[in-house]
Antibody, heavy 122, light 109 residues
């Protein structure tokens, strides 16, 4: 059974940093393309970024409006996906989801974690 | 960054047909934008209905179809059911960077 479990959310002060983790199981994480998406309370979805599988280069793409504050990384040895968030602002308050959406061969999937809430407030 | 636009809200009668569209501020939407369509119900994570313009997952009801129409990505729902009432989001890729539309709240009434 595919499982994605996010962790690391919580309350942080403006200007602070946080690292979210996404623990993956039930599929070949090495071959997985993963993405992070967030949703502010009562708002729409926002694409944060994605990381390709290492066999496909392992490269990352991040949303431009984040101005380099957020960085996605992966540890295939631990089946873990990460989102490092720096210089957090109140508008970064949101539920953050990780998602497994395709693999090295180009097959598409649609698995999501339960989301982790990040609250940026003084 | 590009802006992706969707109708804020639409209403469809049960059994009726409705088309949602997804427009790009940079010009015509093409297959090269790999359009995705997601459905999200309150309190739930999104669920992908359509990827790469028109491909469906095994769970995507046959009444949903994706295509390109007049320079936009489009999602048609034919034979709306009460359970189709939800928020629908499109996602376009710009050289690997994704941008969501603002979402369309679909009411089945």
């Amino acid at each position: 059974e595919v499982q994605l479990v996010e962790s690391g959310g919580g309350l942080v002060k403006p200007g602070g940093s946080l690292r979210l983790s996404c623990s993956a199981s039930g599929f070949s994480f090495t071959n997985a393309w993963m993405k992070w998406v967030r949703q502010a309370p009562g708002k729409g979805l926002e694409w944060i970024g994605r990381v390709k599988s290492k066999p496909n280069g392992g490269t990352t793409d991040h949303a431009a409006p984040l101005n380099g504050r957020f960085t996605i990384s992966r540890d295939d040895s631990q089946n873990m996906l990460y989102l490092q968030m720096n210089s957090l602002q109140t508008e970064d308050t949101a539920v953050y989801y990780c998602s497994y959406y395709r693999d090295t061969s180009g097959q598409h999937f649609d698995y999501w974690g339960q989301g982790t809430l990040v609250t940026v407030s003084s | 960054q590009a802006v992706v636009s969707q109708e804020p809200s639409l209403t469809v009668s049960p059994g009726g047909t409705v088309t949602l569209t997804c427009d790009s501020s940079t010009g015509a939407v093409t297959r090269g934008h790999y359009p995705y369509w997601f459905q999200q119900k309150p309190g739930q994570a999104p669920r992908t209905l359509i990827y790469d313009t028109s491909d469906k997952h095994s769970w995507t009801p046959a009444r949903f179809s994706g295509f390109l129409l007049g320079g936009k990505a489009a999602l048609t729902l034919s034979g709306a059911q009460p359970e189709d009432e939800a928020e629908y989001y499109c996602l376009l890729s710009y050289s690997g960077v994704g941008v969501f539309g603002g979402g369309t709240k679909l009411t089945v009434l």
